[in-house]
């Protein structure tokens, strides 16, 4: 399967015709997405006459941009003009935006050709998208076994060869996670990197695009088109976008990498002095833990001073965000009452009319996190939970400061586990102990990308964490690309074995 690099530079050069290119993936879309459903939508005739414009512009002598002729993928989550959003929610089931996210528009103006919207688990809520009101998507690895999520349409997408490129949202780890578990490349960048005009609102301090990719290159070639200041999102940083392809080819000798010890149980046999032993947080498996001890030997190979390094806070993450992330989530769901967006169901009154659309449009994971957030905001309540998550917030950005301090990035699981079976974490705190190791990156608002290494239970990928400090986008992209150097080569997904990578 070709890059999405090779792509563009064969479609600039004129060697491959973007229509051509476009049909493979369509092809295996076809043939596959039956099995796997990482879409909701594929917009194939849209496709057509978007890759049509980029081989007549080639063939007028004029360049589509770096991205030309690249298939990608939106999740669904993300505004594209005349094109359903649904959220995978029966709330925006029908519901089409009149405009497209900075993110699409960035994308388009690349000379990306967008194939089609992915599936979620409802409003981005959730770590399977077993939560989504359109079905599952499957693991590519073992259709038994969830993709992770939120943006699993999009990781799987990516693992099936149905796109190079696709574009998720993580909120508490909904990029990395899923990444993760479909053994490729995902990054979620800096708050603030990424414009979230168009991104349907889920937590909007910590909610952030990024992408997703079968190789760091490709994953540091999209986050650079996407990244940049727009005036649209008042929080986008006005900050210039550094080359980060440059970042790649840069080697880590010298580069102090911290295992973070809380995440990974202090080192192997505590040996990577202080941050002890045997104090591996509830629920992080062990064999994942000792593929992080493993790259970060990797690294140290390659050069790089590797310590093990204690954040404390990291420990209350979890708690923090189930409490912020809902109240948040609970004020912007407030839109959806019938008035203007999406479903309506008629009442007697106006209230009846908001009731009703409210019960019929949310499944039961939105609304058990519309009750959590406004019981959490709610009069009497707000310090003893709100105020209270959000002074752990601050405190898990002072130990980042001051573990930034010795370290230049660090290192920890992505997931506590390999992809599970469909219905294996059915109560709620299971399903949210996922997000364990993604979360405190999303309180602090730093990058942080998920990279394969490996692989544990089953055989099936594991993701190894890489954290940075804001704005550390090159940096992390520089061990990345070392870990992935130094990564052992995985199994190929099953149903690519079945035939989806089309013997390309
Ligand atoms: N799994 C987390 C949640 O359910 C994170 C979701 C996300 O990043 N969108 O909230």
């Known amino acids: 399967m070709s890059t999405a690099k ?78 359903p959003t649904t959220c995978s929610s029966r709330m925006l089931e029908t519901w089409s935006p009149p405009y497209d996210a900075t993110v699409v528009q960035a994308m388009t103006a690349a000379g990306a050709v967008m194939v089609g919207k992915t599936n979620l688990d409802e409003f981005a809520m959730g770590s399977s998208t077993e ?50 578990l479909c053994g490729i490349v995902g990054i979620k960048p800096t708050y603030g990197r990424v414009s979230r005009y168009g991104l349907v609102a889920f937590a909007s301090s910590f909610d952030q695009i990024g992408p997703f990719a079968a ?13 940049g200041h727009d005036p649209g999102d008042s929080t986008s940083i006005p900050t210039a976008v550094p080359d980060y392809d440059a970042a790649l080819g840069k080697g880590v000798e010298g580069l102090r990498v911290g295992v973070i010890s809380e995440l990974t149980g202090g080192g192997r046999n505590g040996s990577r002095n202080g941050g002890g032993n045997g104090n591996l947080l509830e629920g992080i498996d062990a064999d994942i833990a ?22 404390p806070a990291v420990t209350y993450g979890l708690t923090a965000y189930y409490l912020i992330a809902p109240a948040e989530a609970s004020s912007n769901l407030a839109r959806y009452d019938g008035t203007r967006y ?38 009497g309540y707000y310090d003893a939970y709100y105020g209270k ?22 290192l920890s699981p992505t997931s506590p586990c390999v992809a599970f079976r ?33 692989t544990g239970t089953d055989d099936l990928p594991v993701g190894v964490q890489i954290l940075a400090p804001a704005l550390g986008e090159e940096t992390m992209l520089t061990v990345a690309a070392a870990l992935e150097r130094a990564a052992p080569p995985l199994p190929a997904p099953q149903m690519a074995a079945g035939g989806a990578s089309g013997g390309a």
Do not use: W
Not at 133 to 147: C, E, I, Q, S
Not at 423 to 452: F, H, Q, W
């Open 6 to 83: 090779a792509i563009a530079q064969d479609v600039r050069t004129g060697t491959r015709r973007a229509a051509a290119v476009l049909e493979e993936y369509l092809g295996r879309i076809e043939l596959h997405d039956s099995d796997i459903h990482a879409f909701n939508t594929v917009t194939a005739e849209q496709a057509r006459a978007a890759a049509a414009s980029i081989d007549a512009a080639v063939s007028q002598g004029r360049d589509p941009g770096p991205l030309a002729g690249v298939p990608i993928a939106f999740k669904d989550n993300m505004c594209t003009r005349g094109v």
């Open 131 to 180: 939560h989504s009101a359109f079905g599952p998507t499957r693991n590519p690895y073992d259709l038994t076994r969830v993709p992770g999520g939120s943006s699993g349409g999009s990781a799987a997408a990516v693992a099936a060869g149905f796109v190079p490129l696709a574009l998720g949202s993580d909120t508490g780890g909904s990029i990395r996670q899923p990444a993760a």
């Open 215 to 227: 190789d760091v290159a490709d994953a540091a070639l999209a986050l650079e088109v996407i990244s």
């Open 290 to 311: 000792e593929r992080v001890l493993e790259a970060a030997d990797a690294l140290a190979e390659a050069g790089a001073v590797v310590g093990s390094v204690s954040v």
């Open 342 to 379: 999406g479903l309506r169901i008629d009442g007697a009154d106006v209230e009846e009319m908001n009731r009703l659309t409210r019960r019929a449009g949310f499944g039961d994971e939105v609304k058990a996190r519309i009750m959590l957030g406004t019981f959490a905001l709610s009069a």
């Open 389 to 410: 998550a959000q002074r752990v917030r601050m405190l898990t950005r002072r130990d980042f400061d001051a573990a930034y301090a010795d370290y230049d990035v660090l």
């Open 422 to 454: 469909f219905g294996e974490r059915s109560d709620p705190m299971t399903m949210y102990r996922c997000d364990t190791c993604t979360i405190p990156s999303n309180l602090s608002g730093d990058p942080a990308m998920s990279v394969p290494f490996g």
